[in-house]
């Protein structure tokens, strides 16, 4: 058995920077619509537009725990993993565990159509526009940004349930999810795998997808 003690990296910084940087936007996003101030609201929006793409890009050419295909193929152990936890017996996975899976596509998914859908919205008197709202007739805008409100209800809701997750493991199960998603570490006595796969950021895919990223963001800034 390896009994090295060295802490295993789970999460890249990557990783952890679009998280809680996301953590920190939608807040802002939903007040600065309450609030009316539009042009803070599309900037921000577009900054999550720029977070939330690094994040699809890091999907597929990301660290091993970043990517979605190691993801896909951890639903198989959906069964087992449940069968488990119904004993209140809970092991770490290398990456988010086969239930997270689940979690993770819903809020990237609701992101996605939250983000696409403001692109193309136009408020109720055309004043206040996505970007690409020109593209779009001005019933198609409004629409969309039908969709736009609809939407955040379901993200709000996905959420509260991802907290409420993070919530259960950590009383009843005893696991701390959050510490490994801010410091990017567990202990290695954690995994009861001896060899697990290379997990390590590497620079040019990672300055590639940024570049990207940032790329799309200022095409979209001067489009608006
Ligand atoms: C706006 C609110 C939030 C959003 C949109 C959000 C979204 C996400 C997403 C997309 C992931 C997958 C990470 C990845 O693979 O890139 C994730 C994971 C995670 N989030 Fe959040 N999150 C939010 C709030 C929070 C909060 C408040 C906490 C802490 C209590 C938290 C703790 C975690 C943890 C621990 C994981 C890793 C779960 C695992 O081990 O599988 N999140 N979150
Ligand atoms: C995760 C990202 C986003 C969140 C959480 C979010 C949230 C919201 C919320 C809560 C509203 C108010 C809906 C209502 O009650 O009418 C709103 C409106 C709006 N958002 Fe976003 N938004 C996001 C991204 C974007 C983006 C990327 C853009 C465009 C760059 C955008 C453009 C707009 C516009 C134009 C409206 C006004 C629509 C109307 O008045 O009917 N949003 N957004």
New binding site residues.
């Given amino acids: 058995m390896n009994t090295d003690p060295a802490p295993i990296l789970v999460w890249d910084w990557a990783v952890r920077l679009v998280h809680w940087l996301m953590v920190v936007?939608?807040p802002l996003?939903?007040w600065t619509?309450?609030e009316g101030y539009?042009d803070w609201?599309?900037t921000?929006?577009?900054t999550?537009?720029g977070l939330?793409l690094f994040r699809l890009i890091w999907g597929l050419i990301g660290t091993w725990t970043a990517r979605f295909a190691p993801m896909v193929r951890r639903i198989g152990f959906l069964k087992s993993y449940v069968r488990k936890l119904r004993n209140r017996e809970y092991s770490a996975s290398f990456g988010h565990s086969p239930l997270a899976v689940f979690g993770v596509f819903a809020l990237l998914l609701a992101?996605v159509t939250?983000?696409g859908?403001?692109?193309f919205?136009?408020?109720?008197d055309g004043l206040?526009?996505?970007?690409l709202?020109v593209l779009v007739s001005f019933d198609t805008g409004?629409q969309l940004?039908?969709v736009?409100?609809f939407n955040?209800n379901l993200?709000a809701a996905l959420i509260g349930l991802h907290i409420t997750a993070i919530a259960v493991y950590h009383f009843l199960l005893k696991a701390n999810l959050v510490g490994p998603m801010i410091t990017g570490h567990r202990s290695r006595d954690d995994f009861a795998a001896t060899t697990l796969p290379e997990n390590r950021m590497r620079f040019f895919p990672m300055t590639g997808a940024a570049v990207l990223s940032l790329a799309c963001v200022i095409a979209?800034l001067n489009f608006?």
């Avoid at 919205?121 to 109720?124: G, L």
């Avoid at 206040?128 to 970007?131: A, H, M, W």
């Fill in positions: 936007l939608v996003l939903w619509a309450e539009m609201h599309r921000l929006g577009l999550m537009f939330v992101l939250q983000i859908t403001g692109l919205s136009v408020d109720v206040e526009s996505g970007p709202a409004r940004a039908e736009h409100e955040f993200l979209l608006g």
